[in-house]
């Protein structure tokens, strides 16, 4: 159990245009997914932690209103990169965890190349 | 959350035990410890977790010491598959997760 899917596995788009990624939980309902970056040769950044039916809390340093999140449903959450960026370009991660389990489960992640 | 430190790196055979050492002297008593791994251009995999006592899955087991400070993850019997970055990480249940540079297991065979 505790599968995490991510879609798409990776995409390349033109600069200027929004892309959106989806996280899904596909065994367990997820009341809290999270939103993760990784440059190359770095880890793991925490972007913002996205409860479902309520607003996403961003981490410092995170525009809020180009990285868009929702989180609809318990099964769930978007990530929009609205008017990408080459900087944009990274390894984005979800991880989603669940009110009756202790730890958190994460996708494969989505690759973005932005040109 | 806590701040965990790691050696660098390590290697270790094939078929012999990796014990991956981790420090966390300012763990708070509600915190978990988590080793999560990382094998290249993947998402981070769960590994296992623990509060108090030692843990054991199918994939590794967690030593915890008695006074929470340390812990230790053993692969009991590593393969070339179990080349990754480690990470041990200190938080509540359910919270977000602060990945530090990890240690970075080579298996040779």
């Known amino acids: 159990g505790a599968v995490v899917s991510q879609h798409p596995s990776w995409v390349i788009c033109k600069s200027g245009t929004s892309v959106k990624i989806e996280c899904r939980s596909l065994?367990?309902?997820?009341?809290?997914m999270f939103w993760y970056r990784q440059f190359p040769k770095q880890s793991l950044m925490l972007m913002a932690t996205s409860n479902e039916g309520s607003k996403a809390t961003y981490e410092q340093g995170v525009e809020k209103d180009k990285f868009l999140i929702n989180h609809a449903s318990l099964t769930l959450s978007t990530l929009t990169v609205t008017s990408a960026h080459p900087e944009d370009s990274s390894f984005y991660i979800c991880?989603?965890?669940?009110?009756?389990?202790?730890?958190?489960?994460f996708g494969p992640g989505t690759r973005l190349l932005v040109l | 959350d806590a701040k965990t430190t790691q050696p660098t790196s390590m290697d270790c055979a094939e078929g012999r035990a990796a014990n991956l050492p981790c420090n966390h002297s300012?763990?708070?008593?509600?915190?978990?410890v988590y080793w999560y791994r990382q094998i290249h251009s993947q998402g981070p995999q769960y590994i296992i977790h623990g509060l108090k006592n030692n843990e054991t899955n199918e994939m590794a087991s967690l030593i915890i010491t008695e006074d929470r400070k340390s812990s230790t993850l053993i692969l009991p019997h590593a393969t070339l598959r179990d080349t990754a970055v480690y990470y041990c990480?200190?938080?509540?249940?359910?919270?977000?997760?602060?990945f530090g540079k990890g240690i970075t297991l080579s298996v040779r065979p």
């Open positions: 065994d367990f309902q997820a009341t809290t």
């Open positions: 991880s989603a965890g669940g009110p009756y389990k202790e730890t958190q489960y």
């Open positions: 300012t763990i708070s008593g509600n915190e978990y």
């Open positions: 990480i200190v938080t509540g249940a359910n919270s977000k997760l602060t």
